[in-house]
């Protein structure tokens, strides 16, 4: 059974920097691509960052290219997002996602998502 | 960028009734949609991909049918437990990956 489970979420004040993580379980991670999609409070999904599953291949949202930075441990079957420059704006559920792809193609969607971690960022 | 609209955002039902969602894109992106199911407090969960193929594991009430820019998700009787909001989702041009809205479907 395919599990995802992110940790790492918590206050940071504007500004500042936070890593959310995700362990994955129940599949063979490096064969698939993996996602960062986020909703704030009361809003709907948007997509922020996916990377392919050897690492080689990272995309970003244009809301965050720059200040976010994807990654992943094969060798531990995790999952990061490293977030920088953290806005007011950037406060919500971080949802990591599975892939059905091992790269990033036409086509591709999400077939597994994890419980989520809540970033807020606020003084 | 593609842009996915949803309508309505909400909706008023019961069970029993047929509930059907739109969703339209900026562009064709042929039969590249795909559906998820968002509880409150929940992740979402897929129900449909390429248009028209159910996920393994949801129920056959729900159906979706479209393909270039005009697309459609269908309950063929909603049931209470279908009570949530619902997303869709191109994969044509990628990055980025772009969902829809949302259509947020309530008891009436």
């Known amino acids: 059974e395919v599990h995802l489970l992110e940790s790492g979420g918590g206050l940071v004040q504007p500004g500042g920097s936070l890593r959310v993580s995700c362990a994955a379980s129940?599949?063979?991670?490096?064969?698939?691509?993996m996602s960062w999609v986020r909703q704030a409070p009361g809003k709907g999904l948007e997509w922020v960052s996916t990377?392919?599953?050897?690492?080689?291949?990272?995309y970003y949202a244009d809301s965050v290219k720059g200040r976010f930075t994807i990654s992943r441990d094969n060798s531990k079957n995790t999952l990061y997002l490293q977030m920088n420059s953290l806005r007011a704006e950037d406060t919500a559920a971080y949802y990591c996602?599975?892939?059905?792809?091992?790269?990033?193609?036409?086509?591709?969607?999400?077939?597994?998502w994890g419980q989520g971690t809540l970033v807020t960022v606020s003084s | 960028d593609i842009q996915m609209t949803q309508s309505p955002s909400s909706l008023s039902a019961s069970v029993g009734d047929r509930v059907t969602i739109t969703c339209r894109a900026s562009?064709?992106?042929?039969?590249?949609l795909n559906w998820y199911q968002q509880k409150p407090g929940k992740a979402p969960k897929l129900l449909i991909y390429?248009?028209?193929s159910l996920q393994s594991g949801v129920p056959s009430r729900f159906s979706g049918s479209g393909s270039g820019t005009d697309f459609t998700l269908t309950i063929s009787s909603l049931q209470p437990e279908d009570f949530a909001s619902y997303y869709c989702?191109?994969?044509?041009?990628?990055?980025?990956?772009?969902f829809g809205g949302g259509t947020k479907v309530e008891i009436k």
């Open positions: 996602a599975k892939d059905i792809v091992v790269v990033p193609a036409m086509g591709t969607y999400i077939d597994y």
């Open positions: 129940g599949f063979t991670f490096s064969s698939y691509a």
């Open positions: 990377i392919s599953g050897s690492g080689g291949t990272t």
């Open positions: 562009q064709s992106i042929s039969s590249y």
């Open positions: 390429a248009a028209s």
């Open positions: 989702q191109q994969s044509y041009s990628i990055p980025p990956l772009t």
